[in-house]
Every structure is written in structure tokens, then in C-alpha cells.
């Protein structure tokens, strides 16, 4: 996501009803258009009046969060959060099948030990996540698959952690059609995870983690 100032609302790769059962189009088309939309309208307020972060990217406004001006520092923390969240969540769904294959595959049986293993965990994860938040599946710099409930628009970046797939679990994303039955929008979501995507952001992951830390990584060693 190479962007900056103005920041646009990502398109949608897909249309709002074609992640129908699993999420409706009213559901995807407030939180595109008007949830989304509100975090890249806020976000460009506020750096819309210091030209010297025009063209720092979404991703160094959260890195370099602190060197931003006291009075826009939280506001950007959380809008340029949000944007940068909504991004990766909606582009981690897919209305087309896709499979969890790869390095992706091979290190999630490493870490997990099953697939089932991994379900349970992630599931359980999202739905005690108290509040509003995501939860993230990150791989540390050593390629290592994390479970990791963040906050509110908090992202892993700062912690040194990749992304590789978020589930946006704040009532937004459900509440127009599954009111509070948080466990049937998690089940849900699993129909829809944009494998191809997630496997994509974990090679990128590896890659730029053998550029920062050398040849020392977990892709090397062995499934057994
Ligand atoms: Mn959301």
C-alpha cells in the first residue's frame, strides 16, 4: 500500500454483495463506504494542514507515529490505523474459493501443530477480544506465525511484526446482520479468507525479513 496524502478510499476488489451468505451488502456497504470513508476523510484532516507529512505513507505515519506534531499524534495513530486495517482486512476476503497453501500452509502446521488447532485458537481469540479491536495473524521477524488481539486501530508494525490476515471484530462489521452473535460472523469470515492474499503478504513478509536479518529464517527448516 503505497500511499500518501491525500489518502482515497480503496476500492473494493470485489462488489458489496458478493461475499453474500457470509457477509450481506448493507453490512459491507456501511462499513466500506461510511466507516472506512470517515477514517480517510479524518486522517487527511489532519494532515492536510502540515505539508511536511504529505508524502509519508500510512505505514510511516504509525511507524514514526511519535515525531508527528503532539496534536495530530493520537488522531493520526488511530484514523491512519483504521485505514490501514480496513485496507488489509477487506482485501483479505475473496467471494472466490481460495486454499491455504505454500509456506503459509507449511509454517501454520509448524506453529499450530493442526489445522483444526489453528481454528480453535483463532476463533476463541476473536470472540473474548473485549471491546472494539482486530485480531491479527502476524509473522514475527523470524517468519513465526503469531495469534494477536490488538485494541481499538492499533497494527502489529511497531512491534516488528508482519500482518498476514486481520478479522475486524469491532460491532461495525456484524451488528447490521448478526446483532451480537459475534461466534457466527467469526465462523463466517473463515468462508471468505482470501488465502492466495494472505500467503502473498507472508512471502513478503520472509522476504523482507531475510533483507533485515539475514538467512537465519524458518522457511529453510523442514515440515515434518
Ligand atoms: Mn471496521
Redesign the pocket.
Known sequence: MIQHYPFQVFPLPYLYDSLEPYINMETMYF?HSK??AAYVDNLNSLIGPYPQFHDWTLERLLLENQQLPEDIRTGVWNNAG?VY??EL?FAGMSPNATELQGKLKDSLLLDFGTWENFYNSFFQEALKLFGSG?LWLVADERGKLVILPLPNQNTPLPKGLSPVLVL?V?E??YYLEYQNLRAEYIHSWFHIVNWTEAERRYQNALFDNVLRYGDCLRSQQQVH
Do not use: I, M, V
Open positions: 462499513h466507516h472506512l483504521g486495517n480496513h482486512y482486530n475486524d469491532w461495525h462489521a
